[in-house]
């Protein structure tokens, strides 16, 4: 479960008529197989550890790995708001003389500031790297900015993410691997293990993909930008 941090961890509405439990020799090896029961991608399910598994002695007395796995259902974002955003973002973008599409989606994970954002505005087309800079840096600037021009028109709006060619959604796939395999090493030696230091958006993609996890509990350590997630056994 996850330590207290200053980041929301705001829930995601399941449906539970479509949900299965999987096993697996450890963790990763039990969602995967539970992927495949769903014919579903990691964004579009919630993940629930029961069980982190042991490999035992010499093969006697071990346990298999359990988990949860369910279907999230989204709602359509709609609003006035949400088509000035669009336009707003799109008139930015041909000022850049940037050739791209936008379209809107409600947010799907942790990644897309589910419970945070309104909407996500998908940004599409052909060498879009200079939007999205280094470490996403330019894509941070490029949200902050849009959300700026929205709030001054619609006072206390919830803000909207933006995302570039999928880029968030690729750097939070590689957040929850290495939450993941940070916390089977955790569970395998007992130590604590610290991750590099990230933003606010991405410590709190950690510790949502370890909240269900009995086993192990993650907080955020240091100050300002050196701030990280410090992961921990629960046993």
Same mark, same amino acid.
């Given at each position: 479960?996850?330590?207290?941090?200053?980041?929301?961890?705001?829930?995601?509405?399941?449906?539970?008529?479509?949900?299965?439990?999987?096993?697996?020799?450890?963790?990763?090896?039990?969602?995967?197989?539970? +992927?495949?029961?769903?014919?579903?991608?990691?964004?579009?399910?919630?993940?629930?550890?029961?069980?982190?598994?042991?490999?035992?002695?010499?093969?006697?007395?071990?346990?298999?790995?359990?988990?949860?796995?369910?279907?999230?259902?989204?709602?359509?974002?709609?609003?006035?708001?949400?088509?000035?955003?669009?336009?707003?973002?799109?008139?930015?973008?041909? +000022?850049?003389?940037?050739?791209?599409?936008?379209?809107?989606?409600?947010?799907?994970?942790?990644?897309?500031?589910?419970?945070?954002?309104?909407?996500?505005?998908?940004?599409?087309?052909?060498?879009?790297?200079?939007?999205?800079?280094?470490?996403?840096?330019?894509?941070?600037?490029?949200?902050?900015?849009?959300?700026?021009?929205?709030?001054?028109?619609?006072?206390?709006?919830?803000?909207?993410?933006?995302?570039?060619?999928?880029?968030?959604?690729?750097?939070?796939?590689?957040?929850?691997?290495?939450?993941?395999?940070?916390?089977?090493?955790?569970?395998?030696?007992?130590?604590?293990?610290? +991750?590099?230091?990230?933003?606010?958006?991405?410590?709190?993609?950690?510790?949502?993909?370890?909240?269900?996890?009995?086993?192990?509990?993650?907080?955020?350590?240091?100050?300002?930008?050196?701030?990280?997630?410090?992961?921990?056994? +629960?046993?």
């Amino acid at each position: 479960m996850a330590g207290t941090e200053d980041d929301n961890d705001d829930d995601i509405r399941e449906d539970d008529t479509e949900s299965v439990e999987t096993t697996g020799k450890n963790v990763e090896e039990a969602i995967d197989d539970a +992927l495949d029961e769903l014919g579903l991608e990691r964004h579009e399910v919630t993940i629930e550890v029961l069980a982190a598994g042991r490999a035992g002695l010499f093969g006697i007395g071990g346990e298999p790995a359990r988990v949860r796995v369910s279907r999230v259902s989204f709602e359509d974002p709609e609003g006035e708001d949400v088509a000035f955003a669009q336009e707003t973002l799109e008139t930015m973008l041909g +000022l850049l003389e940037i050739e791209a599409t936008v379209t809107m989606r409600a947010p799907e994970t942790p990644g897309d500031g589910v419970g945070l954002m309104k909407a996500v505005l998908d940004v599409h087309g052909e060498d879009l790297g200079v939007l999205i800079g280094r470490r996403g840096s330019s894509l941070s600037s490029l949200q902050y900015l849009l959300n700026l021009i929205v709030s001054r028109r619609f006072k206390h709006n919830k803000p909207f993410a933006v995302d570039v060619e999928g880029y968030r959604r690729r750097r939070e796939e590689e957040l929850e691997d290495m939450a993941f395999q940070a916390a089977e090493r955790v569970r395998r030696t007992g130590k604590p293990v610290t +991750l590099e230091p990230m933003p606010p958006n991405e410590r709190r993609i950690v510790h949502l993909s370890l909240s269900k996890d009995p086993t192990v509990e993650t907080a955020s350590v240091g100050q300002g930008d050196a701030r990280k997630v410090s992961i921990h056994t +629960l046993r």
